[in-house]
């Protein structure tokens, strides 16, 4: 999924060859692979070049641009690096809650947390959505999880942008009072605009909004894995972790918390990023079909039918004709209906009845909305019923969104 984080993919490829010595010995160079397109390009090389001192090594960075082009980032990419290119993928963001991991390769442990923070005024500074005043509007950007969000605080209003630079000019130009944002993003545009001293910002403690970093291997360089492992505890264990972490994320397993808590936070822990944390209040986990492989029918083949004709109007552009994706994700395959990442059909469809078609979000009839998502279901290998979806049936689903076709 191409983000900003929703944001733009934060993805960095680290691998170590080592020698049978151990890691108090010299070793052979770590060599890396770094996203020059994520906010953290910096501080990934900076972790990597302390592994590779901690392990007396020398350090070869590879660079490249993870936004992709106008397909997209495929996430074979990561195993063509992993395998080519490098020994390890460091960066890489997944959700503290689920797995998600491109297919082939592992990931190190969790050795740093970041995600979506709530920005606001420092005059006015809120630590949760809870203590945002009634009518707040709220900036978010387009396809991103806090999206979400609003159906469970209601007293809130959704105000969707195409970029994060558009969600902080919002908040800098006073039409909204907070933002939802990928905190690495955040980080960046304050720190280029000096502007760190007139914003404040949390840790969402919500589904979804806290992400491991991790770092990405084929199994051939599991004994690298190890090393990096090894490396990052050492690192932890005497304070450096936290500082070349900080302010962009926090060492894994630590609670985080705002801004102005950022420094001590990360001296002490680190945790995942790119999409949730493990201490996180997670979704509810996804069960499986019903006993003997039934799966909800919950559309009609002449409601996906008409959801075919609408999605070529107003969605193919951006994830394009088969939804394999484009500008936008791909909205078919296991990578988008994943059991392991808890979301539900009422989940997905809150992203698409809001954010959708991009040029005007939440522009579409309820009805078209409904049809649409029978479309994507049917494409996900749900069976069609008797009974056509509902705008509010469809909000409301808890029916986990798992993949049930044969995968292309």
Not at 107 to 128: I, M
Not at 201 to 227: F, I, K
Not at 342 to 351: A, K, L, Q, R, S
Not at 372 to 391: H, R, S
Request: aromatic share 6%.
């Amino acid at each position: 999924m191409k983000h900003t984080p929703h944001p733009t993919i934060i993805r960095t490829v680290l691998s170590l060859a080592l020698v049978a010595s151990g890691i108090g010995a010299a070793q052979a160079a770590v060599s890396v692979c770094v996203d020059t397109s994520s906010p953290t390009v910096a501080m990934d090389k900076a972790i990597a070049a302390a592994v590779a001192k901690q392990q007396k090594t020398t350090l070869t960075v590879h660079e490249f641009d993870g936004s992709g082009d106008d397909e997209g980032f495929d996430l074979k990419e990561f195993n063509a690096m992993a395998s080519k290119d490098c020994q390890l993928v460091m960066g890489f963001p997944v959700d503290a809650s689920a797995s998600g991991l491109p297919e082939g390769l592992k990931a190190t442990d969790a050795y740093g947390r970041t995600g979506f923070v709530l920005v606001t005024p420092v005059a006015a500074p809120s630590h949760s959505l809870s203590t945002l005043p009634e009518g707040s509007q709220v900036a978010v950007t387009y396809q991103t999880t806090p999206n979400l969000y609003f159906a469970n605080y209601p007293k809130l209003q959704a105000d969707v942008h195409l970029t994060n630079d558009d969600a902080i000019a919002a908040l800098e130009q006073k039409k909204v009072g907070a933002a939802m944002l990928w905190r690495p993003s955040v980080v960046g545009y304050l720190a280029q605009h000096q502007e760190e001293k007139q914003f404040d910002y949390a840790e969402l403690d919500e589904p979804h909004s806290r992400w491991n970093l991790v770092a990405l291997y084929d199994q051939s360089n599991a004994a690298a894995a190890q090393a990096f492992d090894a490396s990052v505890k050492a690192l932890q264990a005497n304070g450096a972790l936290g500082k070349l972490l900080d302010p962009y994320a926090v060492v894994a397993g630590n609670t985080g918390a705002s801004k102005g808590q950022a420094n001590a936070i990360t001296l002490s822990m680190l945790q995942r990023g790119a999409q949730l944390a493990s201490n996180a209040t997670g979704a509810p986990k996804a069960e499986p079909a019903a006993a003997g492989g039934a799966v909800a029918k919950l559309y009609t083949s002449a409601q996906a039918d008409r959801g075919k004709t609408d999605y070529a109007d107003n969605c193919a552009l951006c994830h394009g004709d088969t939804l394999a994706g484009r500008a936008g994700p791909a909205l078919k395959g296991k990578h988008f209906a994943n059991p392991a990442a808890n979301f539900h059909v009422g989940d997905i469809f809150t992203i698409v009845s809001q954010n959708m078609p991009a040029t005007q979000p939440a522009s579409l009839d309820p009805k078209m909305y409904a049809d649409i998502m029978a479309f994507l279901l049917q494409e996900n290998g749900f069976p069609a019923g008797d009974k056509e979806l509902t705008f509010d049936d469809a909000k409301a689903s808890k029916e986990p969104l798992v993949y049930h076709g044969t995968e292309q």
